[in-house]
Nanobody, 126 residues
Framework: QVQLVESGGGLVQAGGSLRLSCAASGRTSSTSAMGWFRQAPGKEREFVASITWSGLRINYADSVKGRFTISSANAKNTVALQMNSLKPEDTAVYYC???????????????????WGQGTQVTVSS
């Protein structure tokens, strides 16, 4: 089992920045990649960014490309999402997720992830 705990959410004005962190514990050695997803009220959960633990494959949703940066550290224990130039449409609950299986392509589907955090609220005011 892998446990994931997100932190760093909050309220920020448009144009501002936030940094989300995800602390992973348990059998993290069994995971291959980490991802961030988000879900806004009344909408489906959507992919934000992913990173393999090797750091060799990083992917972003088009909506956040150039504004968000995903990174990993501490030997499969921490994943961060630096969010800059935030927009009101970025408002959502952000979830950290861990994938156990190896995929040769992009980790952008929620079914590819086996473990999920409880989520952290990000609110961007206009």
């Amino acid at each position: 089992q892998v446990q994931l705990v997100e932190s760093g959410g909050g309220l920020v004005q448009a144009g501002g920045s936030l940094r989300l962190s995800c602390a992973a514990s348990g059998r993290t050695s069994s995971t291959s990649a980490m991802g961030w997803f988000r879900q806004a009220p009344g909408k489906e959960r959507e992919f934000v960014a992913s990173i393999t633990w090797s750091g060799l494959r990083i992917n972003y949703a088009d909506s956040v490309k150039g504004r968000f940066t995903i990174s990993s550290a501490n030997a499969k224990n921490t994943v961060a999402l630096q969010m800059n130039s935030l927009k009101p449409e970025d408002t959502a609950v952000y979830y950290c997720a861990a994938a156990a299986a190896y995929y040769s392509g992009t980790y952008y589907r929620d079914y590819q992830y086996d473990y999920w955090g409880q989520g952290t609220q990000v609110t961007v005011s206009s």
